[in-house]
């Protein structure tokens, strides 16, 4: 069997095993396995071809790997809205109990809730955004 069959049979196994892992370092190793089909066709000695599949797989790997790193290590996600209130801390304008009350969450004034329904938390204390429900803040006291 000549040399390029056997590299496209090659690059055909790689090709499918890419479709079901999903690594890309497989499709790499396909696409070098391609390359070296064309360098049998050209009719080089078996170590040559041997030599371009080690080389065309290596700077494959080694140039997309960084590519593929820095899709994978995003920033944290950024929390927006009223989402990015809960755990920030407010200041207690008007009593708040398990039922109404009012605090300031950096500069804006919002209904709120005591997060346990029996607390009682007078005005002017400080306390810690727990959840945020339509419009109203739950909130607990800070210790």
């Known amino acids: 069997m000549d040399s390029w069959i056997v590299w496209l049979i ?44 080690v080389i065309a797989s290596a700077a494959g790997l080694a140039g997309v790997r960084p590519l593929a790193l820095r899709h994978i290590k995003q920033p ?11 755990g920030k801390s407010a200041y207690v304008t008007a009593e708040v109990t398990g039922r109404d009350g009012r605090v300031r969450i950096g500069g804006e004034e919002w209904s709120a809730r005591a997060y346990d329904e029996t ?14 429900e339509g419009a109203t803040a739950l909130v607990y006291p800070r210790e």
């Open 119 to 132: 607390l009682v938390i007078p005005a002017g204390a400080t306390v810690d955004v727990i959840e945020i």
């Open 76 to 86: 944290p996600p950024r929390h927006f809205g009223v989402s990015a209130l809960v």
């Open 10 to 53: 090659l690059a055909a196994v790689l090709g499918v095993a890419e479709l079901f892992t999903l690594t890309a370092a497989l499709g790499l190793l396909s696409i070098a396995a391609l390359l070296t089909t064309v360098v049998a066709l050209v009719g080089l000695p078996p170590a040559l071809q041997l030599a371009v599949f």
